[in-house]
């Protein structure tokens, strides 16, 4: 392989890393919101206990919310994926959620990794890509 080819596979493989980099802050990003949606979540629950009737803003969508009136706070309605929900106690709830957010620090730490192994990958291409341009520039200067 030419030098020039070697150095296009090396801009090639850069491309691919940074996309692959992208893609990884993308999901950072989305774990990082869900772990603290889950601690707003408990939060939430927390501060509603005792009380028998709780002042709400309730999401209609697209950003508009309403205000109702939330009479009870016993039970609540845990989403455990494919449109199921079952009903669970506040301790119960609180318990799901906080595993949950176990699971997801779990996974923001592997992506952590996973980027910092793409960081390296990306420094090795750069400077592979550096000595040979440098040994392009030798050889037409």
Same mark, same amino acid.
């Given at each position: 392989?030419? &030098?020039e ?19 990884? $802050? ?5 774990v990082? %919101? ?7 979540? $408990?939060?939430?629950? %927390?501060? /509603? ?8 803003? /309730? ?20 989403s ?5 929900? $079952? ?9 799901? $959620?906080?595993? %949950?957010i176990? &699971? ?15 960081? /390296?990958? /990306? &420094?090795?291409? %750069?400077a592979?890509?550096n000595?040979?341009?440098?040994k ?6």
């Amino acid at each position: 392989m030419s &030098e020039e080819e070697n150095l296009q596979a090396l801009v090639s493989q850069m491309k691919l890393i940074e996309a692959y980099l992208n893609d990884l $802050i993308s999901k950072e990003t989305t774990v990082s %919101r869900l772990i603290e949606e889950g601690r707003f979540a $408990i939060d939430a629950i %927390r501060n /509603m206990s005792g009380t028998d009737n709780v002042q709400a803003l /309730m999401p209609i969508g697209i950003g508009v919310y309403m205000q109702s009136s939330v009479a009870s706070v016993d039970k609540l309605l845990v989403s455990i994926g494919s449109g199921v929900a $079952i009903e669970k106690s506040k301790d119960d709830a609180i318990n799901y $959620i906080e595993s %949950r957010i176990k &699971e997801l620090e779990v996974a923001l730490r592997n992506i952590s990794s996973q980027k910092q192994d793409l960081a /390296m990958k /990306m &420094e090795e291409a %750069r400077a592979e890509a550096n000595t040979t341009v440098q040994k392009l520039q030798k050889k037409s200067g």
